[in-house]
């Protein structure tokens, strides 16, 4: 019997290619070419499976010229690349691959937010540029996170972890904002009190968004959340570009409106909005925050997990739109 087709559209550790194939007929990106959606949506047309990351997006213009895809398994917990109803209707599952990045990506969450409030890499820049000629008592001074107040914006897996980083940790003051509020059972594991929006914004001394993206997250830390938040409050966004309006924030951090920003992702990514390439206050990662190799293998043979249980007959692990599963 033939094997179903997939297709790896970008390019992954070859052991988890390999194993693919041993279920599949592969057609992989290994060489990781800058496909438009256009090429995407023709590669995809005689495949019943792809795997995808957050990159590549699947939406109704897509799934029109690709009748025979069954799934569509991505490599990263985020899905915002779906347009998830469009795959619902055309029968196409949906999968992510939660969990096992939540830990590493807390660990990003944090060092982000240390590096931002101790300007590590501002200071490493003036080092490297021979500027370090003597010490002086208030250089680079930023501000602790020991003891400080800790917000966060989400409270998820990831903001559940960095909660705990940060109460167990360092002593810190752990408030959150969330569209459920936690059950209390949770919320004392995390140490965590709930607050409102605006008074989170107000209060936090570090605030970390860790938010999904989605219409109604779009620009929730814009100019007018951003004039809320304290002059010596630092932010960082290690969830979705979008999510913070980036010219907004630029413009908050050259005039000093709040201290540093600490992104892992932005709007338009790869693509950094020029105002942030400007300003000194703000560290900038390329979307890193998973970036560990058992981890990232992790995601990437969870999105595999998920292609071949389809395939043979199993229940896939994560499901997004587990309702397409009931109709097959
Ligand atoms: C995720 O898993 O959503 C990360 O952002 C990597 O894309």
């Given at each position: 019997?033939?094997k179903?087709?997939i297709?790896i559209?970008?390019?992954v550790?070859?052991e988890v290619v390999a194993r693919l194939e041993e279920y599949f007929e592969v057609?992989s ?20 499976g792809?795997f ?21 398994a ?226 990437a043979n969870?999105a595999a997990?998920?292609l071949i ?20």
């Amino acid at each position: 019997m033939s094997k179903p087709k997939i297709l790896i559209a970008r390019a992954v550790f070859p052991e988890v290619v390999a194993r693919l194939e041993e279920y599949f007929e592969v057609e992989s990106n290994q060489a990781d070419e800058t496909w438009s959606k256009a090429e995407l949506a023709a590669r995809l047309r005689d495949k019943a499976g792809a795997f995808t990351t957050g990159g590549d997006r699947i939406d109704a213009g897509v799934l029109a010229v690709c009748p025979g895809l069954k799934i569509c398994a991505n490599m990263a917990v985020g899905y915002n690349n779906f347009d998830l109803d469009a795959m619902t209707a055309a029968g196409v599952l949906a999968t992510n691959a939660p969990d096992v990045l939540t830990e590493t990506t807390a660990d990003f969450g944090f060092a982000l937010m240390m590096a931002t409030a101790r300007r590590i890499t501002e200071s490493e820049h003036y080092l490297r540029a021979g500027q370090w000629t003597k010490w002086r008592y208030d250089m680079f001074s930023g501000s602790d996170i020991h003891g400080a107040t800790l917000g966060i914006l989400g409270m998820g897996r990831i903001g559940q972890g960095i909660a705990k980083r940060g109460a167990l940790g360092f002593g810190m003051k752990v408030i959150y904002h969330n569209r459920s509020r936690l059950d209390a059972a949770l919320e004392a594991e995390c140490q965590a009190s709930y607050v409102s929006k605006e008074e989170l914004l107000k209060t936090a001394d570090h605030l970390v968004l860790v938010l999904p993206y989605s219409p109604a997250s779009h620009h929730a830390i814009g100019a007018a959340e951003l004039a809320l938040m304290k002059p010596t409050a630092t932010l960082v966004n290690i969830a979705r570009g979008g999510i913070v309006d980036d010219a907004a924030l630029a413009a908050a951090l050259k005039d000093k409106r709040i201290a540093a920003a600490g992104l892992d992702v932005f709007e338009g990514e790869p693509l950094v909005h020029p105002d942030l390439l400007d300003v000194p206050n703000v560290v900038l990662t390329p979307h890193i925050a998973s970036a560990t190799i058992p981890t990232r293998l992790a995601m990437a043979n969870l999105a595999a997990d998920n292609l071949i249980a389809f395939f043979t007959g199993k229940k896939p692990l994560t499901p997004l739109n587990p309702a397409v599963l009931a109709i097959k």
